[in-house]
């Protein structure tokens, strides 16, 4: 059976955070725009990490929830993006993010047709990058739906990235690799040498003992993603919908970027 769109309890929250969509655009897939300045006089070497200064209206709330020093009364959050591992990932006790679950719900037959079309393509063992390759090709880019669930996006097989994070870690999981969704911002340069922050979200997969930033929205793109995760989707149940509404409360208003991290 068809589960209800999620539409408008993601308008909702979107609205509540007060960040606006970003334009439609044949060459980018839609997320939310964050207004962003950098202060970099030369550009960061390919693949450094960002120090970014985030304005948000809860400074110490923001910086429990990233497990960092808050910062002192009246100043802003500086934090540090991450760009391929995502360390921090809280544990949840029962999990081995390998089930199929009211979102991530992988024993769908048409997540189970995708599994069965990836595995004779790539006979061999699933890597993390072919995952994220098929999911990339197989999926429409579209900003006109809600948080759908894996199963429907593999119907569907169209959306952004929310659709784009539950298909990629369903069809991980199904193919025997623990995964899990992220959200955060996602901090891009832009052609013209500028950077752009957006509200995203992301899969994560865990390869080798490392949670590996498994992202199919951007995949098409020719960009350097760096993230800064700000949660997971840890209740895949019927409630999922509280993981979502938890940071968007306390969203980040602004951020600029201060500097680079070298990646030694």
């Not at 725009?33 to 809860?58: D, K, M």
């Not at 934090?79 to 809280?90: H, K, L, S």
Request: charged share 20%; aromatic share 6%; net charge negative.
């Amino acid at each position: 059976m068809r589960r209800p769109n999620l539409a408008a309890p993601i308008v909702w929250l979107v609205a509540l955070a007060g960040v606006a969509p970003a334009a439609s655009s044949a060459d980018w897939t839609p997320l939310y725009v964050i207004p962003t300045e950098s202060q970099l006089a030369v550009s960061p070497p390919p693949g450094a990490p960002l120090r970014l200064r985030l304005q948000v209206a809860e400074t110490a709330r923001l910086a429990g929830r990233l497990g960092v020093e808050p910062p002192a009364a009246g100043s802003d959050l500086v934090v540090e993006t991450v760009v391929g591992v995502q360390p921090r990932m809280p544990e949840v006790a029962g999990r081995t993010w390998l089930e199929s679950t009211f979102v991530i719900d992988h024993d769908d037959p048409h997540v189970v047709a995708l599994r069965d079309e990836y595995r004779r393509e790539h006979p061999g063992a699933p890597t993390v990058g072919s995952i994220v390759a098929f999911v990339a090709r197989r999926m429409q880019p579209a900003d006109d739906q809600g948080f759908e669930f894996a199963s429907e996006a593999a119907t569907v097989l169209r959306g952004d990235c929310t659709e784009h994070a539950v298909l990629t870690a369903a069809l991980a999981r199904s193919l025997g690799l623990p995964a899990r969704v992220a959200l955060g911002i996602a901090v891009i340069r832009k052609p013209d040498e500028s950077f752009g922050a957006y509200g995203h979200a992301w899969a994560l997969v865990l390869d080798d003992g490392r949670w590996v930033i498994a992202d199919a929205a951007l995949a098409r793109e020719d960009v350097q993603p760096r993230y800064l995760p700000l949660g997971s989707m840890q209740d895949e149940g019927p409630g999922f919908m509280l993981d979502l509404l938890e940071p968007m409360t306390n969203w980040v208003q602004r951020v600029v970027v201060v500097g680079s991290v070298d990646p030694r």
